[in-house]
């Protein structure tokens, strides 16, 4: 089976932020080519509002890709944890198709203004979708092999995160398991945090608990000025009126709050 080329892994773009950037591109691209370029005789068509107009044939892309983005990470992340050449293939023609399908109810609908009728899909497609398809679908391809990395069960695992704070220069890359507990300290965050050495480091940096927080997922609070990484609780001492917690590979106490305390616990004995 693995010598079947379908079945050979293909890289694949964990980071949301950059898959989305490239979908934005991709639509800013056709509308580009339409308002600019005019194929089609499209400078020749008279409409009202007419660059708005062609722009909506880029956001139907746009549209079409956003579906598949949310599709093929749900497949990745939860089913398949892993990405083929088969998966590609069927990811481009998934954005032909639910493309060429918005656009031409978009042209019908808003263009020019009559009623869905499925009667001239196919001579639509042939005669307008097609060849964006052939122009457009291998430049896709590429960025996305350009852009994208071969997954493995550890990678999906143990991702990079990326934090950054309030100032230019304040971020830090690192594995989300090697990640320990931040805490707030006046106006600045410190995170804790164990390098590929197993030595804890430190990163001061001008930020919130909270916006942190939303950066990172999987944190949670256990002191109004603590955020953890739970998978790093070694054990928790003391009773719900005077606690800490146990790190691992970390030699200093974290407090443990009484608002906390009892999901803390019940987490780590689960």
């Given amino acids: 089976m693995d010598n079947n080329i379908l079945y050979r892994k293909h890289p694949w773009i964990y980071s949301l932020k950059k898959r989305i950037s490239l979908s934005l591109m991709l639509a800013l ?98 005669k307008f979708i097609v060849p964006f398809a052939i122009l457009l679908l291998p430049v896709v391809a590429y960025f996305r092999y350009l852009n994208g990395k071969i997954l493995s069960p550890e ?9 950054s704070g309030q100032n230019k220069d304040d971020n830090l890359k690192i594995p989300l398991q090697q990640l320990l507990c931040i805490k707030a300290e006046d106006n600045y965050i410190r995170i804790i945090y164990i390098d590929d050495k197993k030595q804890v480091r430190e990163t001061l940096m001008r930020n919130t608990l909270s916006e942190i927080a939303r950066q990172i997922n999987g944190l949670i609070y256990c002191h109004r000025s603590y955020l953890i990484a739970p998978w790093q609780i070694q054990q928790v001492v003391g009773n719900k009126q005077k606690a800490h917690l146990i790190l691992n590979h970390y030699l200093k106490e974290v407090p443990l709050s009484s608002a906390h305390y009892t999901s803390i616990k019940k987490g780590i004995s689960t």
């Fill in 155 to 163: 990678r999906l695992r143990n991702p990079i995160i990326h934090l």
């Fill in 29 to 126: 691209l056709v509308i580009f080519i339409l308002i600019f370029l005019k194929p089609f005789d499209t400078g020749e068509k008279q409409l009202p509002y007419k660059n708005l107009m062609l722009a909506g044939y880029g956001i139907c892309i746009l549209l079409a890709d956003l579906l598949l983005i949310l599709i093929e990470r749900l497949w990745v992340l939860k089913m398949e944890k892993r990405w083929l050449i088969g998966f590609e293939l069927i990811y481009l023609a998934g954005l032909f198709f639910i493309s060429s399908i918005l656009i031409y109810c978009y042209d019908l609908t808003i263009t020019k203004q009559t009623s869905i009728t499925w009667d001239y899909l196919l001579s639509f497609s042939y």
